[in-house]
C-alpha cells in the first residue's frame, strides 16, 4: 500500500524559512509527478509548487521566487524550501505524487495527510 509522508511544518515568524519533505513508501514502480499543494481556511486547495521524474518544474506565481522544490529520486522524496514566508502562505500543505505501484495499471495519484504550516508573528 502506497503512503506518503510529510514532515517539516510549523509556527515560524514573517519573513522565516520552512522546510517541507516527503517520501513515498510502498510497492513503488515509478513516480512521474510529485509536488506540494495547500488549502488555508475557507479556500480550495491549489498548487504552490510541482516537479517531474526529468526535472521540469512549475510554481506558483505567488511563491516564484521564494520557494524551492527538488526531489531525490532514489529515495523517492520532494522537498519544499520556503523562504521569506508571510501570513498569506498560512495553511495546510499537502504532498501529492502521481505514481504506478503494483496492482494498478495506471499511474495514480496520492495524497500525503497535510502538515501545517502557520506565518504569524
Known amino acids: 500500500q502506497v503512503q506518503l509522508v510529510e514532515s517539516g511544518g510549523g509556527l515560524v515568524q514573517p519573513g522565516g524559512s520552512l522546510r517541507l519533505s516527503c517520501t513515498a513508501s510502498?510497492?513503488?514502480?515509478?513516480?512521474?509527478?510529485m509536488g506540494w499543494y495547500r488549502q488555508a481556511p475557507g479556500k480550495r486547495r491549489g498548487m504552490v509548487a510541482i516537479?517531474?521524474?526529468?526535472?521540469?518544474?512549475n510554481y506558483a506565481d505567488s511563491v516564484k521566487g521564494r520557494f524551492t522544490i527538488s526531489r531525490e529520486n532514489r529515495k523517492r522524496t520532494v522537498h519544499l524550501q520556503m523562504n521569506s514566508l508571510n501570513p498569506d502562505d498560512t495553511a495546510a500543505y499537502y504532498c501529492?505524487?502521481?505514481?504506478?505501484?503494483?496492482?494498478?495499471?495506471?499511474?495514480?495519484?496520492?495524497w500525503g495527510q497535510g502538515t501545517q504550516v502557520t506565518v504569524s508573528s
Open positions: 501529492n505524487a502521481n505514481l504506478w505501484s503494483r496492482g494498478s495499471r495506471n499511474y495514480d495519484d496520492y
Open positions: 510502498g510497492t513503488i514502480f515509478d513516480i512521474n509527478v
Open positions: 516537479i517531474t521524474n526529468n526535472g521540469t518544474i
